[in-house]
């Protein structure tokens, strides 16, 4: 029986041998196809992909490919200065290490796999990178820092999708298995299962179907232990691999032995050490030879010394002292590694923090720079206006005032011969009286006193005539002073009539003063019945003085063109209407051309040359008579023939 | 002889008769006066061929002196009124008007009474 065995497992051997340096054949042409797919993709989460189809390919199995493989990576990785390719590299290296026994070598690869892929950003090569690095926890039955990794690990593959990504499920299965957490690790298995669907001919495969065959054997279900058992020795057998065929055996062996068939663990036993044996993954003999060492110790002592040799060696490379301790170390490396890292982040989080607060805060003060900057010009600006209004406001005031005494020019020859009447006669009613009064002294002194009395009679009627044109020569200074001082604003009663005439005459007069050889008949035609109306008297004076002067102005001009047969004339005439007094100024002069009949009574609007007139005349008339009286002033006109403007005012 | 004066101003004729009063008195001088110049005109022809000196202002409203100036000089020949003209402008285009016109004498405001008796009476004798 033991001979048929032992037949049976050398066979075994040469096919396993044999199917071996087939099977790495495969995978190698497989991966040198992945490899060359690698080279040309730019794509990140594609690089990835290809890097994980490596390990579809059951190139685990084979730790010697994966170094080769690993050697490869970190060429192209280093050359392209590329994170994936680089954290790829050292996982391979770094699972081939493992593969291999040599824990401490790969925990270090790990480490750097893992450090590039965090580099990369790349989610998924850093789920995978932490799952393969916890194998070596897995391996070394540091169940809780194997399962930290893993969940980790599955906490990224969760963010992402695409192949590979129930790797830590997987293990995580065989993790709690290992545990005797049998629950936990179906639950896990399952969850691997579902996500490798149709990945039929996967050697991973034979992982899970022999964690589901140990749960059934632990839990009883001995039928469904054998049907899993027999598809994981299946899949173990077609990847060739003697490192899953290994692990298959064990747990095999590790199901009889659990239901005290000690005959078949000891031949699974043997099969898993002799599998591995002379294979790059001899550490794998560590669990079997074990096993064997108790398993012979009572029935056969030879056996018990060669299994020993076996396990001891192992071990002591495996679980040296100083394997453990550097794995340790290691451990804590990577952990103060991570510390560090995080505390790195929250500082730069911090930072962020802090920078986003002072962008935010410094816009903000930007904002507020800006809107206080527009203020300050809005005050400014509107300081500058309140100032231009102010000095607007006085240039205007001091244009009407220019204005007034642009009038009160035209007024001064007229005025001026206003007051040589009066004044001529008081002084030759004065001269008279003088004599009168020496002739009155002579009549007295010859006794004739009625003849005397005649004389004081004359003397007194002179003296009242020396009086009354006195007063009329003061009236007549009074209201050019009058004139020329600022309007008090006051309404009073005022005979239009006795206004427009004063006005008329001296506007005539003004301009005879002025040009001697000015002629013109003026015509008045005063209706009686308009009686006093309440206006200011002074500057209705105005407006009639400046519409008067305009009419004498424009007779003169045309006269020196149609000097003939011209008869210049300007009329006045008054007439109540209604409610109403109309004062209607007409002249025969040039008219006004209807293109700019509209303008007449805009500001600084005039026809007069440069020098001669301000423009201000007809639009302080025009103010004076529609804003202080409520009235209207109205143009008519026929140019080169007449010009009449109509005062309206209510009386 | 009737002398005429014709001013607006009213004062005008209280003033001559004050002034004039002794040749007034002596039947020296007689005195008319007018108003305007229509008014003027009016006394022109109710006193047709009686031998008149006339004094008048230039600028009056209505017909002006220089106006009244021509209507005479073209009317009444025989006599022909002598027709001194008064006023305040005493400019040359003022002046060569009047004088183009036949204006006898050509006097400016304000009248120097002692020169216009002198004249008066040089024309009258």
Redesign the interface.
């Known amino acids: 029986m033991r001979k048929i065995l032992l037949l049976f497992g050398f066979a075994m051997l040469c096919i396993t041998t044999q199917g071996q340096e087939q099977m790495q054949d495969i995978i190698k042409y497989k991966c040198d196809s992945i490899f060359s797919l690698l080279e040309k993709e730019t794509n990140s989460d594609r690089k990835v992909e290809l890097i994980i189809n490596f390990y579809l390919t059951s190139i685990d199995g084979f730790p010697f490919l994966l170094l080769d493989l690993g050697q490869r990576l970190l060429v192209l990785g280093e050359q392209r200065k590329d994170p994936i390719i680089e954290s790829s590299a050292w996982s391979a290296l770094a699972q081939g290490h493992r593969l291999t026994g040599n824990y401490v070598k790969a925990l270090q690869i790990h480490g750097k796999a893992v450090d590039m892929a965090e580099k990369s950003g790349n989610i998924k090569l850093m789920s995978f990178a932490i799952n393969q690095m916890a194998h070596i926890y897995k391996d070394r039955l540091e169940n809780e820092k194997a399962l930290s990794l893993y969940k980790t690990a599955l906490a990224y593959a969760e963010q992402t999708k695409g192949v590979g990504m129930w790797f830590p499920s997987m293990n995580l299965a065989t993790v709690y298995l290992n545990m005797g957490k049998q629950d936990s690790s179906l639950h896990y298995a399952r969850i691997a299962q579902r996500q490798v669907g149709t990945m039929n001919m996967l050697s991973n495969a034979a992982i899970i179907a022999s964690t589901f065959g140990t749960i059934h054997s632990r839990k009883g279900n001995l039928d469904s232990t054998r049907f899993y058992f027999d598809e994981s020795v299946k899949i173990a057998r077609e990847s060739a691999s003697p490192r899953y065929l290994n692990a298959t055996y064990v747990a095999l062996a590790e199901h009889f032995h659990l239901h005290k068939q000690y005959d078949s663990a000891a031949w699974y036993c043997s099969m898993a050490v002799n599998i591995v044996s002379n294979t790059p993954s001899a550490n794998l003999a560590l669990k079997p030879a074990r096993m064997l060492i108790d398993y012979y110790q009572d029935r056969n002592p030879d056996s018990t010394v060669k299994y020993w040799r076996v396990y001891a060696s192992i071990n002591d490379s495996v679980n040296s002292a100083r394997a453990n301790q550097q794995i340790q170390m290691l451990t804590l490396e990577e952990e103060q590694r991570k510390r560090d890292i995080e505390a790195e982040n929250i500082k730069y989080r911090n930072k962020i923090r802090t920078g986003l607060l002072l962008v935010g805060l410094a816009l903000f003060l930007l904002v507020a720079l800006y809107l206080l900057r527009n203020n300050r010009q809005k005050q400014k600006s509107n300081l500058a206006l309140q100032k231009t209004l102010a000095e607007l406001q006085t240039t205007q005031k001091q244009l009407i005032q220019s204005e007034k005494m642009a009038s009160l020019g035209e007024l001064t020859a007229g005025i001026a011969h206003e007051i040589q009447n009066p004044l001529n006669f008081v002084n030759n009613f004065s001269e008279v009286n003088s004599e009168l009064i020496e002739e009155a002294h002579a009549e007295m002194d010859k006794g004739n006193i009625p003849e005397a009395r005649n004389i004081l009679h004359d003397i007194k009627e002179n003296e009242q005539k020396i009086n009354h044109h006195g007063k009329r020569a003061d009236a007549i200074v009074k209201g050019m002073l009058q004139h020329s001082r600022n309007s008090t604003g006051q309404k009073e009663l005022t005979n239009i009539n006795e206004l427009a005439d004063e006005y008329l005459r001296l506007a005539y007069h003004g301009l005879r003063a002025r040009d001697k050889s000015f002629q013109a008949s003026v015509t008045t035609d005063f209706d009686p019945s308009t009686g006093k109306i309440n206006i200011i008297p002074q500057d209705i004076g105005r407006v009639l003085l400046n519409l008067f002067t305009n009419a004498f102005y424009s007779i003169t001009e045309k006269s020196k063109h149609r000097p003939e047969d011209y008869q210049p004339t300007v009329s006045v005439s008054t007439k109540k209407l209604n409610n109403t007094i109309l004062v209607k100024i007409r002249d025969n002069g040039m008219g006004i051309p209807k293109e700019i009949i509209h303008k007449v009574f805009q500001p600084f609007f005039t026809t007069k040359p440069t020098g001669q007139g301000t423009g201000l005349g007809l639009s302080l008339s025009y103010d004076i008579i529609t804003k202080g009286h409520g009235g209207e002033l109205k143009a008519e006109t026929k140019e080169g023939e007449f010009a009449e403007f109509t005062i309206i005012l209510p009386s | 002889m009737k002398i005429l004066v014709v001013d607006d101003?009213k004062?005008v004729q209280?003033?001559f008769e004050?002034?004039f009063?002794k040749e007034i008195r002596s039947a020296e001088m007689e005195f008319m006066f007018a108003f305007s110049g229509e008014e003027a005109l009016q006394f022109m022809q109710s006193n047709e061929h009686e031998a008149v000196l006339i004094l008048s202002d230039i600028?009056m409203?209505?017909m002006?002196g220089?106006e009244l100036l021509k209507q005479i000089k073209e009317k009444y020949e025989a006599p022909p009124p002598v027709v001194m003209m008064i006023t305040?402008?005493g400019?040359a285009?003022?002046y060569n008007q009047a004088m183009k016109l036949g204006a006898d004498d050509f006097l400016t405001?304000?009248?120097d009474?002692t020169v216009l008796k002198e004249k008066l009476k040089t024309n009258l004798v």
Do not use: C, H, I, T
């Open positions: 101003e004062d209280v003033l004050q002034r009063r600028n409203p209505g002006s220089l305040a402008y400019d285009d003022n405001k304000p009248l009474f």
